[in-house]
């Protein structure tokens, strides 16, 4: 009797145990987890890289590179307002005319096309580009 009043004990134990279903979440957005991690994530990442990279660009650099660009920018502004009166001074405002035009090494040829107006540039060098203006 005892060992079936044992048996009984532990069947009913057995079913009225309960379990928890245990569900993984990943944390990292990389896997699947939330997206709002991520920044916490990656400046918890930066906090802990003591590693510096040699080639990283620093804020001096920075404002070097903007300084250079600003003179860049000044310069190719200069040289289109040099270049708009030159060509205002030299062809009026009627534009480019045919033919062959000289500016120091610079030999200018203007021709007619079938698909707009050809200018062709060559340097004393021998270089040469060649640009179309089309019809409108």
């Known amino acids: ?3 079936l009043l044992l048996a009984l004990l532990v069947m009913g134990a057995a079913f009225s145990a309960s379990a928890q279903s245990m569900v ?3 944390i990292n957005p990389a896997f699947g987890g939330d997206s709002y991690n991520y ?7 930066q906090a802990q890289d003591k590693t ?15 300084l250079q660009n600003f003179q860049s920018t000044l310069n190719s502004q200069l040289l289109n307002t040099l270049a708009r009166t030159l060509y ?3 062809f009026g405002e009627d534009g480019l005319k045919e033919g062959i035009y000289q500016f120091g090494d610079l030999t200018v040829d203007v021709a007619p ?6 200018i062709r ?8 580009t060649s640009v179309t203006v089309p019809y409108y």
Request: aromatic residues 6%; positive net charge.
């Open 1 to 3: 009797m005892k060992k």
């Open 24 to 26: 993984y979440k990943p």
């Open 39 to 45: 920044t916490w994530l990656f400046t918890s990442a």
């Open 52 to 66: 510096k990279d040699p080639n990283a660009v620093t804020s001096a650099s920075r404002e070097k590179d903007a």
């Open 88 to 90: 205002t001074s030299q």
């Open 113 to 118: 096309g079938t698909e707009g107006l050809i």
């Open 121 to 128: 540039i060559t340097d004393g060098k021998g270089g040469e």
